[in-house]
């Protein structure tokens, strides 16, 4: 009997015959995931609150000639969740990937930091997260015994942050995500699904839009000893990493994308 033939690098990224679900794929850095994932073949829905968002980025990435559909759905809300997982699962038949990106952030000191501001960073940057990543599990992943879930953290759940930058919610549901990650991989692993996390650094993006302005991009990215803010390429080849087969074998893992800010710190 012949053995078979090791893949190549090429069929081992490759998603063709995938399917994904992106929250808050809209923009930013949902946006740029989706691209990356479509792009490797996968067959794309998009999902964020608001439909014209949806409607402009679905546009987007078919004049590219991706395979991509959008529904909106609120994920700090428990039957937004649940609907869009099931409709999302009915419109692709499964989900192969899924990727846990829909994210608020809140500033103020932490003395200060409204109660009320605390749960919606909680609420939707790790329930959320909890809900979907369950729902898909259950219904599409667990009994095909196969399955890729990327969680989007952040450097800012590695430790603290530079002076005058006070997100101490943001920074404790991203800590609250890594370790999610790990967690879940330990369960899920049984069932062949690989779950790990993207530690972003700076990206210019709406959400940082208030901190760079407030703190100067020149000056966040000297922290950085590649010396700039990251762009609009560098978490696609994460993604596609851990979404495809090249990443068969990874799982419980963050990886920081944040031009070495990290290691300076000691996150």
């Known amino acids: 009997m012949t053995a078979a033939r090791p893949r190549t690098i090429q069929q081992l990224f490759d998603l063709r015959g995938k399917t994904a679900l992106v929250t808050g794929g809209?923009?930013?850095?949902?946006?740029?995931?989706?691209q990356a994932l479509g792009e490797a073949g996968a067959k794309l829905i998009l999902s964020s609150r608001k439909a014209e968002d949806l409607v402009a980025a679905t546009a987007e990435l078919k004049s590219q000639g991706l395979d991509v559909d959008w529904i909106a759905a609120d994920c700090s809300k428990e039957a937004d969740i649940c609907?869009?997982?099931?409709?999302?699962?009915?419109?692709?038949?499964?989900?192969?990937?899924?990727?846990?990106?829909?994210g608020a952030a809140w500033g103020a000191p932490a003395e200060d930091h409204p109660l009320d501001a605390w749960d919606k960073v909680m609420n939707l940057n790790v329930r959320g997260y909890f809900i979907l990543s369950q729902h898909i599990a259950k219904h599409s992943m667990i009994a095909r015994r196969t399955g890729r879930i990327i969680n989007l953290a952040s450097i800012a759940g590695l430790g603290?942050?530079?002076?005058?930058?006070?997100?101490?919610?943001?920074?404790t549901s991203k800590g609250a995500v890594v370790n999610f990650t790990r967690a879940l991989a330990c369960e899920w692993g049984?069932?062949?699904?690989?779950?790990?996390?993207i530690c972003p650094g700076f990206f210019p993006s709406r959400m940082t839009m208030?901190?760079?302005?407030?703190?100067?991009?020149?000056?966040?990215?000297?922290?950085?000893?590649?010396?700039?803010?990251?762009d609009d390429e560098d978490l696609k080849g994460l993604c596609v990493l851990y979404a495809s087969d090249a990443g068969k074998h990874i799982t419980g893992q963050w990886l920081a994308v944040d031009g070495g800010v990290s290691v300076v710190t000691g996150g």
Do not use: C, F, W
């Open 210 to 230: 208030g901190t760079l302005k407030a703190m100067g991009e020149e000056a966040l990215a000297a922290h950085a000893p590649l010396g700039r803010l990251g």
């Open 160 to 171: 603290g942050n530079p002076k005058g930058m006070n997100t101490i919610a943001y920074n």
């Open 83 to 102: 609907a869009l997982a099931d409709e999302a699962t009915k419109r692709l038949g499964h989900v192969d990937i899924l990727v846990n990106n829909a």
């Open 190 to 197: 049984q069932y062949n699904i690989t779950v790990n996390a």
């Open 26 to 34: 809209s923009r930013g850095l949902g946006l740029q995931l989706a």
